[in-house]
């Protein structure tokens, strides 16, 4: 068989002041040619995975780009343009494939292109022709609809939230499109509109069941993989939303039943959605309650991770008005800022203005009397699994009261605590770690936790989905609506394709 694999993907923030150009994707990932001496990185794990495994199998492989960006607004749309059709080019010049598997991340939106993936999917289709099986592996975070499923044979989604099995779930969809091309199976998805937004952690308890019930769906006869499309809720598209897949092996109606058996089950724990969250106020008092730390404390609303600027100031500002002292903060992106403490060097003490510079939604700058400690030009992190994600350049300034704030160059969330360690932060003296990220910073941190607090902050990820200024939603969603299927007399909505 000839596998063609390529990577293109970022997740688009319509809300994000951040437009994505190519310097956004030349600093997260922009690859070309052959990954197998490149680190492994949670962006081109997929690649590297099907690589592997088809040369065991004895197969060739036409490598093509990988390319994605760390997310923010719409991408430019000559730079997502260019990125697509050097795949395709890539394609043609590698004559008739066998299998194309891509990874795509599913939320991706252009200037000019709402819906990215379908886009080069069909595009894919039409130069790969109906002989040969696509596969495209997805991020949990998408809008998916209808239209990939028709130029695709199958779309596998990852499971976890920590993203932990981008590698486990390229395997799977290496095996069903390899037993495609061989004839042993024969991919039939239906997918299922849960009509709601939602954001959901699987390392709760009660989302964990859910990933467990998928497993259990999969070891059935005949279903080759099933998977829970959380949607991202700062995409301002009507695609926008949870969705349930199944994948069986020619067998719509057991793919449609699973679909619709898992969109239920989802749709029943609605209310129990950012049930984790509390309020700044609440957080610190919580923290200053405690008797020892660190309490860790996400800035859900900036993580850049979601394509917010990752420098807004509303948490820190708080904690400096309230005089709480031991505190490690980080990463806020300022490029301005790492320039002037890099330019004085460790030692020197600055009145520093730094942060709260992108947009409104990133509060006001922060003026403090610092200390620089550390500096480092290059600075990597671990993130999921092991894997690396570069910081830039990095410093840590120290304010009054041991309280360390990292600034940096590379717009990134927090994943791991060796992003304060190396410069030479010990989190575990803190009270408070405050750190902008989601959930990739909770495999890392939530063991060294005494509690880890999900913030209701201000910012471009606004907990509450209601406050967003959506324009492109047609059909009805909860929250926005109490009951989204009160047009209808079933409280269905499956689509086979
Ligand atoms: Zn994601």
Request: with cysteine; net charge negative.
């Amino acid at each position: 068989m000839k596998i063609f694999v390529a990577t293109l993907g970022t997740e688009t923030n319509s809300f994000s002041p951040l437009p994505t150009g190519l310097r956004a994707f030349e600093e997260t990932a922009l690859l070309r040619g052959d990954v197998r001496s490149e680190p492994e990185t949670f962006i081109n794990i997929a690649n590297k995975t099907w690589l592997a495994l088809a040369e065991a199998d004895g197969h060739e492989v036409v490598q093509s780009l990988i390319a994605f960006a760390q997310p923010g607004g719409r991408t430019v749309r000559n730079v997502y343009e260019a990125l697509r059709d050097e795949i395709l080019r890539d394609l043609k010049a590698a004559g008739q494939v066998d299998l194309v598997l891509l990874f795509l991340h599913g939320a991706m939106m252009a200037d000019g292109y709402d819906d990215c993936e379908s886009d080069i999917l069909e595009r894919v289709r039409e130069v790969a022709g109906h002989e040969a099986v696509i596969g495209a592996e997805i991020d949990l975070h998408c809008h998916l609809s209808e239209r990939p499923l028709a130029f695709a044979d199958a779309i596998v989604l990852f499971k976890e939230y920590p993203h932990t099995d981008v590698a486990e779930r390229a395997r799977e969809l290496y095996r069903i499109c390899r037993d495609t091309k061989r004839g042993l199976v024969r991919p039939t998805m239906a997918l299922h509109d849960c009509r709601m937004i939602g954001f959901w952690r699987t390392s709760q308890p009660h989302v964990r069941q859910l990933v467990e019930r998928m497993v259990e769906m999969e070891r059935q006869p005949g279903v080759l993989s099933v998977s829970f499309a959380h949607g991202f809720p700062y995409g301002d598209t009507d695609r926008i939303g949870a969705k349930t897949l199944a994948v069986t092996d020619g067998d719509p109606i057991l793919a449609r039943n699973l679909a619709q058996e898992l969109g239920r089950a989802v749709w029943n724990m609605r209310n129990r959605i950012g049930e984790e969250y509390c309020s700044i106020d609440d957080a610190l008092d919580r923290a200053q309650a405690g008797t020892e730390g660190p309490y860790v404390l996400a800035d859900t609303a900036d993580n850049a991770g979601g394509g917010a600027p990752s420098d807004s100031t509303f948490v820190l500002q708080r904690i400096l008005d309230r005089g709480i002292t031991d505190v490690a903060a980080g990463c806020y992106w300022d490029i301005g800022a790492v320039r002037i403490c890099m330019e004085a060097g460790p030692g020197s003490v600055l009145d520093l203005r730094f942060g709260g510079k992108c947009s409104p939604m990133s509060g006001d700058p922060i003026d403090l009397r610092v200390t620089v400690k550390a500096c480092i030009p290059s600075l990597w992190q671990t993130g999921l699994d092991g894997l690396r994600a570069h910081v830039g350049q990095a410093v840590r300034v120290e304010a009054e009261g041991g309280i360390d704030i990292v600034l940096n160059t590379v717009r990134t969330q927090v994943y791991g605590p060796d992003v304060f360690t190396q410069l030479g932060i010990d989190i575990l003296a803190k009270k408070i770690v405050l750190l902008k990220s989601t959930q990739h910073f909770y495999a890392a941190f939530a063991p060294i936790a005494k509690e880890v607090l999900y913030l209701d902050a201000e910012g471009t990820l606004v907990r509450d989905v209601r406050k967003l200024p959506y324009q492109h939603i047609t059909r009805p969603l909860w929250p926005l609506v109490e009951n989204p299927f009160s047009d209808q007399h079933d409280t269905e909505r499956t689509t086979a394709a």
